[in-house]
């Protein structure tokens, strides 16, 4: 999952209302909204739909056109994540910050040096 490599600080955001989340927030709210759905569906069925929705944020990739269009295809891909990660009981910014934290993995630099 290539899609949340990025800098965790940048993905708190503010909601209509004002307040700040962040990604364990989300995943909180992902949890309130579908996990009895999300239980029932399982872990498979589940990450098939996580399929599903980068393959549709692919395809508005390719359009190159209308950025809201392609926010809502990133929203359902980090959505359907957050759900796979609840019924999966991961807490994904723990995850995320427990790899990146700050510094490539691999070669342990920030900015990245690795050559791929
Ligand atoms: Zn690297």
């Known amino acids: 999952m290539v ?7 940048r ?6 209302s004002g307040e700040s989340m962040h990604i364990h927030e ?7 909204l579908y996990f009895t759905r999300d239980t029932e569906r399982g ?9 599903d929705e980068v393959a549709e944020l692919g395809e508005e990739l390719k359009k190159e056109t209308d950025k ?3 926010e ?4 359902d891909v980090i959505a ?7 019924i999966m009981g991961i807490d994904l910014e723990k995850a995320a910050i427990n790899k990146y934290n700050h510094k490539c993995p691999k070669c342990q630099q920030s900015p990245c040096q690795c050559t791929f």
Do not use: P
């Open 3 to 9: 899609l949340i490599i990025f800098n965790l600080r």
């Open 11 to 16: 993905v708190k955001s503010t909601t209509k």
């Open 26 to 32: 989300f995943q909180e709210m992902m949890r309130q």
């Open 43 to 51: 872990v498979s069925g589940t990450y098939n739909w996580l399929v």
């Open 68 to 70: 809201e269009a392609t």
């Open 72 to 75: 809502k295809e990133f929203a």
């Open 80 to 86: 359907w994540l957050a759900s796979l990660a609840n």
